[in-house]
């Protein structure tokens, strides 16, 4: 049997909190019982999201960059950068390259993730 992707995992300080951001984000209601330890969204709400998000509190420090991260697009480039700035994510740097304009922002514990405009006016 193959395997599949069962949910997006992020270690984190405060899991409710970061579940909040990422529903925020992804329009999807952070699932009950939530809490600073263990959270996660993407699994009461129909559709389910799939992969679902958790996020897990654990002690250790964020050694680097995180290497694997999130690429989001949309056609509403402008509008959703400002919905996730308002929301919590600090906006980093800004790209055109390789035929896409995208910026990469970063969540309220300093994951990183891209948006990227998928309206083709650039």
Known sequence: MPL??????VDCDD??????????????PVDPGASREFATIGNSAEPRMSPGMMFLRVPDERPAKNS???DL??????????????????????????GIVWTT??????NLFDVADESGEH
């Open 4 to 9: 599949s992707i069962a949910s997006i995992t």
């Open 15 to 28: 899991a409710a909190r970061l579940a909040a951001f990422w529903g925020e984000v992804l329009h999807q």
């Open 68 to 70: 694997i991260h999130l």
């Open 73 to 98: 697009a949309t056609a509403d480039y402008a509008a959703e950068l400002s919905r996730l700035v308002a929301a919590g994510a600090t906006k980093l740097t800004a790209r055109d390259e390789y």
């Open 105 to 110: 922002l970063a969540d309220p514990e300093g």
